[in-house]
């Protein structure tokens, strides 16, 4: 059952990075067309994983297409400020919805979780870039992992109970929100982009050499 459940969260997360790359490549410099439709995804399928009653089969893809598209969207407003490379781009996508993987243990042996895995925690983020700045060669896509794991939290901090375990080790308590600060967090982003897009700034971004060797 939890095979078939990862088959389709992974036939679902392949459909829509495929749809969210080619967004970036067609309109995330030019246009405000790419930004509204991941803010209107984000929000649709956010509101239907709340409504739906929850089950692993019925609410797992829905869950990550929003995830994928609040990835995509802060990805957006991130591109405004620097110029990260493609395959970071594709690492933060790829990381926004397989940290999920994380659940699978307590599917198969522990039963309904109490609280989210720790590797839901800025543990995990603080790792991945210590090992981007251990690894040059990887800096690239190891960034990018990091992004895509920060922005898979914020979200899920959003979805209230059990919330997130953002500083474990050093503390055990979760952090919770509501569907309130994910519209906000959402047409935050939405804002800042469309808001960069219209001055035409876009040109202006800093490169971030992701790939330049350990100090």
């Known amino acids: 059952m939890c095979g078939f459940c990862s088959s389709h969260r992974s036939y679902a997360g392949a459909a829509s990075l495929s749809l969210v790359l080619a967004f970036r490549d067609a309109f995330a410099r030019h246009s405000w067309v790419a930004p509204v439709v991941l803010a209107v995804v984000a ?49 933060a996508l790829v990381a926004s919805v397989a940290i999920d993987l994380d659940h699978i243990p307590s599917y198969l042996w522990a039963g309904p979780e109490a609280s989210r895995p720790v590797t839901h925690s800025m543990a995990s983020v603080v790792v991945v870039l ?13 960034v990018g992992v990091a992004i895509g794991l920060v922005l898979h939290f914020a979200r899920d901090i959003t979805e209230g109970v059990p919330g997130v375990r953002v500083l474990w080790p050093l503390r055990q308590d979760s952090w919770t929100g509501n569907r309130i ?28 050499g992701v790939g330049a060797s350990r100090p």
């Open 43 to 91: 929000l649709v399928f956010d509101a239907l994983n709340r409504l739906i009653p929850y089950g692993v089969i019925r609410t797992g893809p829905v869950d990550e297409v929003s995830h994928l598209a609040t990835a995509a969207l802060g990805l957006l407003v991130l591109d405004c400020f620097v110029d990260l490379p493609r395959r970071t781009w594709v690492a």
């Open 130 to 142: 210590l090992a981007a700045w251990l690894i040059p060669r990887y800096r690239a896509v190891l």
């Open 181 to 208: 600060e994910f519209i906000a967090i959402v047409l935050a982003l939405l804002a800042v982009r469309l808001t960069w897009t219209a001055l035409g700034r876009t040109s202006r971004r800093a490169p971030v």
